[in-house]
């Protein structure tokens, strides 16, 4: 299978995970508490697995990046979280930063 398409897998376990977390308060909630630690756990197997054939910076760029835009947009569509214009700002910059490390940087070739 494709490192890319482990890290997509790892990136979507890490969404779903950081989503439950809300709902798990602070691990009281059963359903959403199992969600969180089954959700990681996937999240990290399938990084290390990408790790065998993607540099651990970009892995990680990537990974906590496109993560953090997610639970942000996230936030806002489900929990009506408010993003400023900085809030937008930054996503925008992540987004571009990701993009930069795979179009254009030789740190990202394997």
Known sequence: MPPY???MFAIMAE???TSALK???G???LWPSLIVVVGYSLSFYFLSVTLRHIPVGIAYA???GLGTV???CLGWLIHGQRLDAYAI???TFICLGVGM???FSSAAEH
């Open 5 to 7: 398409l482990y890290l």
């Open 15 to 17: 969404i779903t995970a």
């Open 23 to 25: 709902s798990a308060d």
């Open 27 to 29: 691990f009281k909630n």
């Open 62 to 64: 990537i990974w906590s």
């Open 70 to 72: 997610a639970i942000a």
């Open 89 to 91: 700002a930054g996503i």
């Open 101 to 103: 490390l795979n179009l």
